[in-house]
């Protein structure tokens, strides 16, 4: 089977167990560096919120500490002022978890998409994370609004599908999407997934 050529023994293993009874027509998985580059912008936000949220989270720290350790002669510390310190200490330190976070987001991506593969079947699309455990989402492709494709006809392209819209609760339209970075043969996989559309739903393409 062609699908299987250009996947890893471990995300073969995994399509094969979430597709039986069911016949593959396209899979691919999408790219880490293009996953890992779409969320730089929120490490490089993160890199000015954690140093300065850091820098005072140690202001902190010191000030604690030496307020504790030694006290000004005759004073004595109140425990509402070591309560108080505390909450200081621990208001800092979620917004510094935050701040780790945001560093650490474009790791996580990059590390999932690795271990992620999209698979078109002739029922559905599928999600699938085979990692210590596995994780599938699958969708119906007969309820795709549309599908914008970058890339040209062959080679490596980014697939975005709109699966619906919504309202939140300001009554502003949301839009659902899935967004397939840097996957082979992107026409192939657009071409295919039109055709199950139902015929009332349109696609765009977009060239390089």
Not at 62 to 70: E, M
Not at 82 to 99: H, Q, S
Request: proline share 5%; with cysteine; hydrophobic share 45%.
């Amino acid at each position: 089977m062609d699908w299987m050529r250009n996947l890893p023994r471990a995300a073969v293993e995994a399509v094969t167990a979430e597709t039986r009874g069911e016949i593959v027509r396209w899979a691919g998985r999408p790219s880490p560096s293009g996953s890992f580059l779409r969320t730089t912008p929120i490490w490089l936000m993160g890199v000015p919120w954690t140093a300065l949220i850091g820098g005072i989270f140690g202001v902190l720290v010191a000030s604690c500490v030496a307020t504790i350790t030694s006290p000004p002669a005759g004073r004595i510390i109140q425990s509402w002022e070591i309560a108080m310190m505390a909450l200081a200490l621990l208001f800092a330190g979620a917004f510094l978890v935050i701040g780790f976070g945001l560093l650490g987001a474009p790791f996580w991506v990059w590390w999932k998409s690795r271990r992620t593969v999209f698979v078109l079947t002739d029922k559905r699309l599928l999600r699938i994370f085979h990692g210590h455990s596995r994780e599938v989402v699958s969708f119906d492709p007969a309820t795709f609004v549309s599908l914008h494709r970058r890339g040209g006809d062959r080679g490596p392209g980014t697939l975005t599908i709109v699966t619906g819209y919504a309202k939140d609760s300001d009554g502003d339209t949301v839009t659902s999407s899935e967004l397939i970075v840097g996957i082979q043969n992107v026409a192939q996989a657009e071409r295919l997934i039109r055709g199950m559309m139902r015929v009332d739903r349109g696609a765009t393409s977009f060239g390089k």
